[in-house]
């Protein structure tokens, strides 16, 4: 997290690359957003992931993001990839498959038996939710095909602009609901694809509250995906001090 996305441009190559460490990395090189040239990209936009309609200030901002990436010359479509109404739920069996006993694990490894509320909160959510092992199989099934289904999609676009959520973002110390879960479904979507992503401040709500425009590219295109939040910062007005 960073208040710039030039922090990200910065700290991004400190951070990437094998450490011999993570036994997921991957040597990939990663490849400058100064490089990149807006003219040359292909974006799809959405406004509605079809799980939960964003608020009305949240549309808007999206649609001037991409009528600022239009006015620098990028080709923009509205489109939007078949299947992402399955990311909530396909997410949120993920998590729930055990019924919170991964949590609860996490806990006890750290030696913490003082839970907060919300995460008692939390796993009380996912509870109802655990399935049977061959459950889980057809589960990782559906999220591979899932996966498919969304990457060719990106054989026509360069980058996905769409909300981060259908709301602004939620004071401190809100309550953990299942409401604010299907909210955040526009970003789950690509959490369980694993692509680059950038979440970039568009505007503020009549409540004082960011509201964040979601920047999505290819596979290991970070530089893409950075390029484009940083051209949409700029445009925009990004971060700004709360009064």
């Not at 490089?35 to 990209?41: D, E, Q």
């Not at 526009?186 to 970039?200: D, E, I, Q």
Request: one cysteine or more; glycine letters at 8%.
């Amino acid at each position: 997290m960073a208040r710039y996305v030039e922090d990200l441009i910065l700290t991004l190559p400190i951070l990437a690359g094998v450490d011999w460490r993570d036994p997921a990395t991957i040597p990939m090189p990663l490849d400058d957003p100064r490089n990149v040239g807006l003219k040359s990209l292909r974006a799809a936009f959405y406004t509605d992931n079809g799980l939960m309609t964003p608020t009305p200030e949240t549309t808007g901002i999206v649609r001037t993001a991409v009528h600022a990436l239009a006015d620098a010359g990028t080709f923009v479509e509205e489109a939007r990839p078949a299947g992402i109404e399955q990311s909530y739920e396909i997410f949120r069996d993920l998590f729930a498959a055990d019924g919170g006993a991964g949590v609860q694990r996490l806990l006890q490894m750290a030696g913490t038996t003082d839970i907060h509320p919300f995460v008692q909160q939390f796993g009380e959510i996912l509870h109802p939710y655990a399935m049977t092992t061959a459950e889980f199989s057809g589960l990782l099934v559906r999220w591979d095909m899932f996966r498919s289904t969304l990457l060719s999609f990106l054989e026509k676009y360069d980058v996905i602009i769409c909300p981060v959520c259908a709301t602004p973002a939620w004071p401190h110390s809100s309550t953990i609901t299942e409401e604010q879960f299907f909210a955040g479904s526009y970003s789950m979507t690509y959490n369980l694809t694993g692509w680059p992503g950038v979440a970039v401040r568009g505007d503020t709500s009549p409540e004082g509250l960011p509201i964040g425009i979601q920047v999505v590219a290819r596979p290991w295109r970070e530089d893409v995906a950075l390029a484009v939040a940083q051209h949409l910062e700029t445009v925009l007005g990004g971060w700004q001090r709360p009064n």
